[in-house]
């Protein structure tokens, strides 16, 4: 049946939660070459079966991305690694198909961190500086190059508030609703936009915020569920997605201020969040505390200028 199937329809789109049901009772080698996208994202067990079945793999991801997500906890990983005699690289947390695929590649190059890239893509197309900037600084050893030599607009909005559910700042909600609302009033359609966050609290607040405000539009209710649910959302589902226009809304305050440090530890989070955006990218937080931390304080580096709305003052950078 596959093989028909497969004359008929030669590339065959799947997730690897579906390859055991789609072909169980497929043998080894069948399918003759699987291609594996936002493999930086995938844990190398959830790629076995497919692995398995195929004669030849190419792996496309970016392991300076978003990791995968391990749910299982690290003590019972241990113990897994210990009974089968299995090597750390390839169960490890933060271990992936794509950093097992660049272990296997003779051919790559050491990043400053001491990690071997497979085949090092430098020439990016998606983003205008000064997010490709950014992302160059923080996560690429500012080896890419830029194919498209324009400069986008970017400002970070200094707005300050106490978390009122875990990380949201009421305020910096606002605010983005405000802001999306005068770009759908001026176009009249839904804008090529993501609002994006680091943590859940946030885009559960931002969601309700923005939908409260964008109800005053003479819009079908339906489009504004539809468009909040797909354009607003943590940097974990946007991984592989773009938009014109990205807010960031870190949201935190001080005593949230862990939470903050988490989502800058590693540069993946706000690699992700700075590459969505094409054209125009907007972060919004507390700036004072967030310009001092690692990776954010490339972003107060190169956005275009920093605007304090609550006291109309604004901070050009030249």
């Known amino acids: 049946m596959w093989g028909v199937i497969h004359l008929i329809?030669?590339?065959?789109?799947?997730?690897?939660?579906?390859?055991?049901?789609?072909?169980?009772?497929?043998?080894?080698?069948?399918?003759?070459?699987?291609?594996?996208?936002?493999?930086?994202?995938?844990?190398?067990?959830?790629?076995?079966?497919?692995?398995?079945?195929?004669?030849?793999?190419?792996?496309?991801?970016?392991?300076?991305?978003?990791?995968?997500?391990?749910?299982i906890d690290r003590t019972i990983l241990g113990d897994i690694?210990?009974?089968?005699?299995i090597e750390d690289r390839f169960i490890e947390i933060g271990s992936s198909v794509q950093s097992l695929?660049?272990?296997?590649?003779?051919?790559?190059?050491?990043?400053?961190?001491?990690?071997?890239?497979?085949i090092p893509l430098w020439v990016h197309r998606r983003c205008l500086n000064p997010m490709f900037t950014i992302a160059n600084?923080?996560?690429y050893d500012n080896k890419m190059v830029l194919a498209i030599k324009k400069q986008g607009k970017s400002e970070w909005f200094d707005c300050k508030g106490v978390a009122v559910n875990k990380q949201f700042v009421k305020e910096q909600a606002d605010?983005?609703?405000?802001?999306?609302?005068?770009?759908?009033?001026?176009?009249?359609?839904?804008?090529?936009?993501?609002?994006?966050?680091?943590?859940t609290a946030v885009k559960d607040g931002l969601r309700k915020t923005i939908k409260k405000r964008l109800a005053e539009l003479n819009v079908p209710k339906k489009i504004v569920n539809d468009?909040?649910?797909?354009?607003?959302?943590?940097?974990?589902?946007?991984?592989?997605?773009e938009a014109d226009t990205v807010y960031f809304v870190v949201?935190?305050?001080?005593?949230?201020?862990?939470a903050a440090n988490w989502s800058c530890s590693k540069p993946n989070?706000?690699?992700?969040?700075?590459?969505?955006?094409?054209?125009?990218?907007?972060?919004?937080?507390?700036?004072?505390?967030?310009?001092?931390?690692?990776?954010?304080?490339?972003?107060?580096?190169?956005?275009?200028?920093?605007?304090?709305?609550?006291?109309?003052?604004?901070?050009?950078?030249?």
């Open 9 to 71: 329809t030669p590339v065959i789109s799947t997730t690897f939660a579906s390859v055991r049901t789609m072909y169980k009772g497929v043998g080894r080698d069948f399918i003759r070459y699987l291609f594996i996208d936002e493999a930086g994202q995938a844990t190398p067990q959830q790629a076995a079966g497919a692995l398995w079945r195929s004669q030849k793999v190419v792996v496309v991801g970016d392991p300076i991305q978003i990791e995968p997500v391990v749910t």
């Open 81 to 85: 690694k210990k009974f089968y005699g």
């Open 101 to 118: 695929a660049d272990a296997a590649n003779p051919f790559g190059m050491y990043n400053n961190k001491g990690q071997w890239i497979g």
């Open 137 to 139: 600084q923080i996560a």
């Open 175 to 199: 605010l983005v609703a405000e802001e999306i609302y005068q770009k759908w009033e001026n176009t009249l359609n839904a804008p090529d936009l993501y609002v994006i966050t680091p943590f």
């Open 227 to 241: 468009w909040t649910r797909s354009s607003i959302g943590t940097t974990h589902t946007f991984q592989g997605k």
């Open 251 to 258: 949201g935190t305050d001080q005593n949230s201020d862990g």
């Open 269 to 318: 989070l706000i690699n992700v969040a700075v590459t969505r955006a094409k054209k125009e990218f907007y972060i919004v937080g507390d700036y004072d505390r967030l310009s001092k931390k690692q990776n954010y304080k490339s972003i107060a580096e190169n956005v275009d200028q920093v605007i304090r709305p609550n006291t109309n003052r604004s901070t050009f950078h030249v």
